[in-house]
């Protein structure tokens, strides 16, 4: 399972200092796992720190041959959770619309043989949605999932996944019996070595094609009426991600070149915006754990309350900005490399083609040179608490406009002083988009900025102490009348599984995960402070064991030495003091023979 994340943390990690040990352990690695190299020499350019470290040929040649592990890496790729399943995505599937994967535990469709679901039909909510959007019956997202399948997985128990075959959140376990919950923890208090996981993590994933899923490269209408013509294309796991924040929120296409419906997103600017969120960061959550191995990982967060600029675009972290382009990452950033996709709307709308993945560009971001009557600063402490304290979720037509809504105004499309709707302001969630000034201010393809993850986990835990404070009953939420997909029974766009808004509209503590400034006193300081401490001991155990020993060992020498030393002294003073009784002898000698002639006198 190490091998998984070997290669792109040694990428993340390596230094000139340390090179020698890194190449060595990935040559290690090649020799246990001997493949062809050839055909992924490009693989350095995933790494670009080799190129500056080491420019003979002799060098490349090296590295190339360590590289090799990478395609152990490619060869042990895990799955993700959503977008089209690539059992499913193909003539067949369409034809049927029908989506229940065999589960690989008994060879059965959704583990019906185990117990653990069964095929059965979606049943969609048939409640009206709002006026923002008139239309009916042209966009394969309406109604989701009915476009594409009309038969998928129902799940029993705790059991998840698109095939039952994973666990409900929170959930762990073969029969998925056991509760765990984790702790989503704030990456400025994290140790080095974590935050240097987490970046490796990252990259790996955005080097990780998904075996097991795929995404839509074409509208429904284009594949066939009976699926003549599949259009699913493979994607990276980080841009998997990326797409599905695009798909749920372009523009509908109406007919015809650029003639597309704005007023149209069923992930932002009404009341599925926190759920769907929570949905998405979950998911992506668990994708890296099973992509890594490493099942005790959580998606960190950036408390940006009150911050003067952006903490975390550092080198060590997310990117500093580069010294030869403002908008640009510095070069010393593995995020330096990334490309981005989906950033291109307006093109996609000209052509009535949907984003296919294709790198479009480098990352961008130029944090705090934005529109300043705009967002005039990043949000305060107190304007987080006056949104929380707000109690209704929802507010008249439920969209951009609505007032003293907790959702709009934590969304940024109102007032975090007075509640109320301001057109042509960003506040709040909005705030942060906007002040990133690159990749991240687009809605359709802001997720291509890692800092997406770690600012929507904190929305995500403001949503939380909302949730805590007021406790509202599931009724709160909207069931009809809100924007098309909105609605509490609606299906989340474009997950498969299928997820109902309304089910999510609950604590974390249910979905077995917790934020550690949320955590009582006690377990925030363990968590925040203490742990750091010792996990970062727990990496240096063998050194700290290592100086003990030859602490104890020059301190015995030192006291052999005292102890040598002492002795010898001793011996000295015995010498001396037998040297000083022998020279005062013949003087004894000498006064007796007087007394005795004095006597012999007398």
Known sequence: ??????????????????????????????????????????????????????????????????????????????????????????????????????????????????????????????????????????????????????????????????????????????????????????????????????????????????RDYVISTATRAEMGENGENPMFSDINTYDLFVWIHYYVSRDAFLGGPGNVWTDIDFAHESAAFLPWHRVYLLHWENEIRKLTGDFNFTIPYWDWRDAQSCEVCTDALMG????????????ASVFSSWKVICTQPEEYNSR??????????????????????????????????????LPLY??????????????????????????????????????????????????????????????????????????????????NYPRANAPIGHNDGHYMVPFLPLYRNGDYFLTDKVLGFEYAYLLDPGQRFVQEFLTPYLQQAQEIWLWLLGAGVLGALISAVIAALLIVGRRKWRRNQRRKRALSYEERQPLLHSSSEEGSSYQTTM
């Open 1 to 210: 399972m190490w091998l998984r994340i070997l290669y792109f943390s040694a990428c993340s990690l390596l230094t000139r200092s340390n090179f020698q040990s890194v190449t060595l352990l990935l040559s290690a690695a090649a020799a246990s796992h001997p493949v062809s190299c050839s055909l992924y020499r490009h693989q350095v350019l995933l790494c670009p720190s080799f190129q500056q470290e080491f420019k003979t040929g002799a060098a490349l040649t090296l590295i190339m041959r360590n590289l090799c592990v990478s395609l152990v890496l490619l060869q042990l790729i895990g799955t993700c959770l959503c977008q089209f399943p690539r059992q499913c995505a193909n003539s067949e599937g369409l034809r049927t619309k029908e989506c229940c994967p065999v589960w690989d535990g008994d060879g059965s469709a959704c583990g019906a043989l185990s117990g653990r679901g069964f095929c059965t039909e979606v049943e969609v909510s048939e409640e009206p949605h709002g006026p923002q959007y008139p239309h009916s019956g042209i966009d394969d997202r309406e109604r989701w999932p009915l476009s594409f399948f009309n038969r998928t997985c129902r799940c029993a128990g705790n059991y998840g996944g698109v095939n039952c075959g994973e666990c409900r959140f929170g959930y762990w376990g073969s029969n998925c019996a056991e509760y765990r919950e984790s702790v989503r923890r704030n990456i400025l208090t994290m140790s080095l070595a974590e935050q240097q996981k987490f970046i490796s993590y990252l990259n790996l994933a955005k080097n990780t094609i998904s």
């Open 394 to 475: 929802e507010t008249g037509l439920m969209d951009r406009l609505s007032n003293m809504s907790f959702r709009n105004v934590i969304e940024g499309f109102a007032s975090p002083t007075s509640g109320m709707a301001v057109p042509g302001q960003s506040t709040m969630h909005n705030a942060l988009h906007v002040f990133m000034n690159g990749s991240m201010s687009s809605v359709q393809g802001s997720a291509n900025d890692p800092i997406f993850l770690l600012h929507h986990a904190f929305i995500d835990s403001i949503f939380e102490r909302w949730l805590r404070t007021h406790q509202p009953p599931r009724t």
């Open 352 to 389: 009535e083609a949907l984003c296919n993945g294709t790198g479009e560009g480098p990352l961008l971001r130029n944090p705090g040179n934005h529109d300043l009557n705009r967002t005039p600063r990043l949000p305060t402490t107190a304007e987080v608490d006056f949104t929380v304290s």
């Open 320 to 331: 500093g900005r580069s010294p030869l382009n403002p908008n640009l990452i510095s070069p």
